[in-house]
């Protein structure tokens, strides 16, 4: 792992970890709903995000989904196959400065996102608690006990893509459940969003479609030691044709997607 900090200035950082990241009166008090709510709109409003990213927001609802799966400041927290980094961004000004980010890519993803999360990770005052990560999935080398939360966001049915040519070699998905199981604490947050693909459809469907059956990822979580704790519908969409792959100009952007909760048991 590298830390991309050591990028960045230090004094500006910290002067805009202040004024971006939340006033000392919204990242102290918890104590309510509508605090908790303010702190995590803050991180979406972060004037330093890409115009793209807030266009991404309206269909991804990241605020409604970061409160959802609990995310609060100081957790340690891993966006896996991060790409860009949407995501990695946001969590980073919701944890906050006692908090840290890892970013993880295989090299498939830092190929596909052209490495457009390092220009993020440069750019003083922007992620400042983030670390990148670059390691292939069946080999990520994660520290035990270590990560309060890890979100898989739009990626999971990639478990099941195979390219070697391009360098993607196949998963081993329980190895590579029982290694985020391993890194977690105990009763911590693995939360798993992604295109739904039709009830009864192959784990294939995540090559083909790039979508994967909800009963599929609920049953191998389960058999890897998680529990499902909670589910939304805020990312549902009920008239997407689930027969067509979630890059179809059709469905882009406005697929049906699953939103699960999962604990460490």
């Known amino acids: 792992m590298f830390n991309m900090n050591k990028l960045t200035g230090a004094a500006l ?5 202040m004024g971006v ?22 991180a979406v409003d972060n004037p330093l995000r890409d115009d793209k990213d807030r266009e991404r927001d309206t269909g991804r609802k990241p605020a409604k989904i ?22 990695a961004e946001i969590l980073s000004h919701v ?7 890892i970013a993880l890519n295989n090299k498939s993803y830092m190929a596909f996102t052209k490495d457009a999360i390092v220009t993020r990770l440069e750019q003083p005052g922007r992620m400042e608690n983030v670390d990148l990560k670059i390691a292939e999935i069946n080999e990520m080398d994660l520290k035990k006990d270590n990560l309060d939360a890890v979100f898989l966001v739009l990626s999971y049915h990639d478990f099941y893509f195979v390219d070697e040519e ?4 196949k998963v081993d998905v329980k190895r590579t459940l029982g290694q985020i ?3 977690l604490k105990q009763g911590g947050t693995l939360a798993v969003i992604d295109h739904a693909a039709a009830a009864g459809s192959p784990r294939e469907t995540g090559s083909t479609l790039h979508r994967i059956d909800p009963a599929i990822v609920r049953t191998e979580l389960e058999a890897a030691g998680f529990e499902l704790v909670a589910t939304s519908d805020v990312l549902a969409n009920p008239q997407d044709d689930l027969s067509k792959p979630m890059y179809d100009k059709s469905v ?13 048991k």
């Open 13 to 17: 950082g910290a002067s805009l970890f």
């Open 21 to 42: 990241w939340g006033a000392p009166a919204i990242a102290n008090d918890m104590s309510s709903a509508e605090s908790y709510q303010a702190l995590i709109q803050a």
């Open 66 to 87: 970061i409160e959802f799966m609990g995310i609060k400041p100081g957790m340690t927290v891993m966006e896996m196959l991060a790409g860009s980094g949407y995501y």
């Open 95 to 101: 944890v906050g400065e006692t908090g840290k980010v």
């Open 166 to 169: 391009s360098g993607w070699p």
């Open 181 to 183: 199981h391993g890194a």
């Open 252 to 264: 882009r952007g406005k697929t049906h997607r699953f939103v699960y909760r999962f604990v460490k």
